[in-house]
């Protein structure tokens, strides 16, 4: 009886310990999801994606993004393209130069050096590059529909049967890095307002 008693006791005191370490790993982007690298390649995910010309403008929104906690926190020194050349496992899905026109592409860069308005690069994350990219390597590997959570927060469909991704076609796919997956997508993933987005970034 006294050992039963004594057993518990341990297990609560180490059950506690693990609690308490878990937030503590939170701090920092690189502290999770981390994975053996793709066989056969030595390319990170930015490597892929700034190499490929057809992917230019993706990669300088990247380039210019900063990575934030949360609207009131910016990371100042690490953008997304210290993301994409980091040991964290992600997926991109990389709309190409033909699916991000001119315009757009524009109109990202334009928030990115907004210095009036102090969330405007938290909303570029938010409702562009964030939803693009998802933790963990998302192959094709066999036919399936596969709902994506991505890091924004959003959950998109990835439908692996017909090669497309938020409903848009993928041009090239399964494209390996050290540190995740590339897809090239030939449009762009729909930002889906919920209600207090709507009021946030919409403008009546």
Known sequence: MA??????????????TVLIAVPSCTDTWDD???YDPAPGT?????????????????????RKAKYYKDNTHEVSTYTYEDILKGSQ?????VPDNNALTEEE?????????DEEDANAGYNVQQQF???????????????????VKMINGKNLVFDKS???????SLGEYNIPAVNGVVHVL??????????????????I
């Open 3 to 16: 050992n039963n008693r004594i057993n518990k006791y341990i297990g609560a005191i180490a059950l506690g």
């Open 32 to 34: 999770h999801y981390n």
């Open 42 to 62: 030595t390319l990170t995910l930015w490597d892929v994606i700034k190499d490929n010309p057809d992917l230019s403008r993706f990669a300088d929104i990247a």
């Open 89 to 93: 496992v992600n997926t991109v899905w």
């Open 105 to 113: 592409y524009q109109k990202w860069v334009a928030m990115l050096e």
């Open 129 to 147: 590059i964030g939803n693009h990219i998802a933790l963990w390597r998302h192959n094709i590997s066999e036919p399936g529909i596969d709902t």
């Open 162 to 168: 017909n090669r497309e991704f938020a409903g848009n």
């Open 186 to 203: 030939e449009g762009i993933a729909p930002f889906h307002y919920n209600f207090y987005e709507t009021l946030k970034f919409k403008t």
